[in-house]
Every structure is written in structure tokens, then in C-alpha cells.
């Protein structure tokens, strides 16, 4: 069974950095891409970014420019994330899946994220 850990979450005030990782391991994966999803308390999921494996990149409005997704999608998955603002405060999730336009299979326990103004 696939699992995701991820990590790096932690307080940081507005304008700083940030950087999450995500580690996969057990079973044999399979999957095609990985996204970074975040959570405030009373609303929906919402995917940050995406990183396929052909290396392709998606990230939402709300975080072009200001965040990276980079690394192996079978491997460490990381989220660099900087010029952090106050709306940026969320639980972070890993999560890994076939398609695109599917909910991803496998997800990650969450890491928080808070920032401070």
C-alpha cells in the first residue's frame, strides 16, 4: 500500500518561506501525478499545485508566482512556498492519482500551515 508522509509544515509570518515535502513509499506506485491540496477549517479541499510525471506543472491562481512544485513524483515531492500570506494558512495534504480530473487515490495525513501577519 502506497503511503505519502509529509512535511515541513510550521508557523512563519507573512512574506516569509516555507518549503513542504512529500515521501512516498510501500507498495509499487502507481499513479501519474502528484498535487498539493490545502484545507481551512469550513471549506472545501482545494488543489495548490500539480507535478505529473512528465513533468508538467499546474498551479492555482491564487499561488502562480509565488510557489514552486518540484522533484521525483515516485520519490519527494516538494512545495516551495514564498512571499506566504495570511490567506496561505491551511492544512496542507500530499496527495498522488492516475487522472487528472479524478480525486487522487492516495493522501497524505496533512501538515499545517500558518502565517501570521
Known amino acids: 500500500q502506497v503511503q505519502l508522509n509529509e512535511s515541513g509544515g510550521g508557523s512563519v509570518q507573512a512574506g516569509g518561506s516555507l518549503r513542504l515535502s512529500c515521501a512516498s513509499s510501500?507498495?509499487?506506485?502507481?499513479?501519474?501525478?502528484v498535487s498539493w491540496y490545502r484545507q481551512t477549517a469550513g471549506a472545501q479541499r482545494e488543489v495548490v499545485a500539480t507535478?505529473?510525471?512528465?513533468?508538467?506543472t499546474i498551479y492555482a491562481d491564487s499561488v502562480k508566482g509565488r510557489f514552486t512544485i518540484s522533484g521525483d513524483i515516485f520519490k519527494t515531492v516538494a512545495l516551495e512556498m514564498n512571499d506566504l500570506k495570511s490567506e496561505d494558512t491551511a492544512v496542507y495534504y500530499c496527495?498522488?492519482?492516475?487522472?487528472?480530473?479524478?480525486?487522487?487515490?492516495?493522501w497524505g495525513q496533512g501538515t499545517q500551515v500558518t502565517v501570521s501577519s
Open positions: 510501500g507498495g509499487t506506485p502507481f499513479f501519474n501525478f
Open positions: 496527495a498522488a492519482g492516475i487522472h487528472l480530473n479524478n480525486s487522487p487515490r492516495y
Open positions: 507535478l505529473t510525471l512528465t513533468g508538467r
